[in-house]
């Protein structure tokens, strides 16, 4: 079965495309690309697990071939898709790629494109075959205003790509994206690899609190093979502080969520790497029992969410949404405990000892 443990990447979108700021699809080259690649590979988050490079949208050209195949764009791509992904597997990474179920991807839509258009909608088939050419190992499929576009119906939409994929590209990981307009954990089960919880996540922090907030009540639908994806990682990008970053990294860890960066990886800090290559963190994410974290106690600024761990112990993350430090302690949520661990520190203590969690931050905690 595929992705039987939440996919871990890199995905383009965050470095280079943001609905306020198209204009950068310029840097988004043969050259660019690849020199995110091997920033993944140098940077140790290759062997830390993150496999999937996925470019997302950006990399089309202005029309298809004659055969009706995507292509890339003539001038930023010149070596020809094909090429691009033959050399960032050469790496040993796996690579992704993007499509819509629609007429227009994103980046066309926005920009009020008129011509033939990119997206899969009737070419479903043809894209699939291609996609098992290319060697693609990842798709992601984004709804991106296809119901206003082209008055698509969401689940028959990516059902008709899920088939597709099944005839001529089985193995392919299949993601898609729909911002949890539609209740996707209902019915994407059945023919998805992930799907997206909620609306797009920004490098904020109000906005990673309304993204978790989200996942509440989300977890039964979550395991090997399926997984509920709240969005890419923004660790590292705009104005996170580390402490916003860390928690970030702690709470998409208990929720099993996808782990796809999105940040420069060629100018990434040692701190941001440091929290994305943290092996502590990518083994709660990515332990074999598979199930999600979910919130067990709140009061005022502090939550408190248990997710079950395959060796018989639990992960418990406190996450202080507020603006002073919280003193909390293990015994209070896990009273037959009689030894907790700091994952980020290695700090192993006594169960009844008290820990703060610094404002905008949390503290993921292994108790037994």
Known sequence: MKAQKPPMGFN??????????????????????????????????????????????GFQGYTRD???????????????IPALIEEVKSLGLKMGIYSVPGRFTCFEQYQDYHGLGNGSL???????????EWGIDFLKYDWCRAHINDGLDAPTAFR???????????????????????????????????????????????????????????ESYSGPGRWNDPDMLQI????????????????????????????????????????????GLIAVNQDWGGRQGKLIRAYGELQVWEKPMSNGSTAL????????????????????????RDVWSSDSAGAAEVVEVEPHGAILLITQ
């Open 160 to 218: 008709k790509m899920a088939d597709a994929l099944a005839k001529h590209a089985p193995d392919i990981v299949f993601s898609i994206s729909e911002y949890g307009l539609f209740k996707s954990h209902e019915w994407a089960p059945e023919f998805t690899n992930m799907w997206r919880t909620t609306d797009d996540l920004f490098a904020n922090w109000k906005s990673i609190l309304g993204t978790i907030d989200q996942q509440i009540g989300l």
């Open 317 to 340: 993350a406190y996450l202080n949404r507020g603006e002073v430090a919280i003193k909390v302690r293990a015994t209070d949520d896990a009273p037959a405990a009689t030894s907790v």
């Open 122 to 132: 009737d070419r479903e088939e043809i894209d699939a075959i291609s996609f098992a």
């Open 12 to 57: 383009t979108w965050n470095r280079f495309l943001d609905v306020r700021d198209f204009p950068q699809v310029e840097q988004i080259t043969h050259d660019s690309v690849v020199a995110l690649a091997k920033a993944m590979v140098d940077s140790g988050m290759k062997d830390a697990g993150y496999e999937y490079f996925v470019m997302d949208d």
């Open 66 to 80: 004659h055969r009706g195949r995507l292509q890339g764009h003539a001038r930023r791509f010149r070596p020809g």
């Open 236 to 279: 590292g990008n705009h104005a996170l502080t580390d402490s916003e970053n860390r928690a970030h990294m702690i709470m998409w860890a208990i929720l099993n969520a996808p782990l796809m960066a999105g940040n420069d990886l060629v100018t990434m800090t040692d701190k941001v790497r440091d929290i994305l290559c943290h092996r």
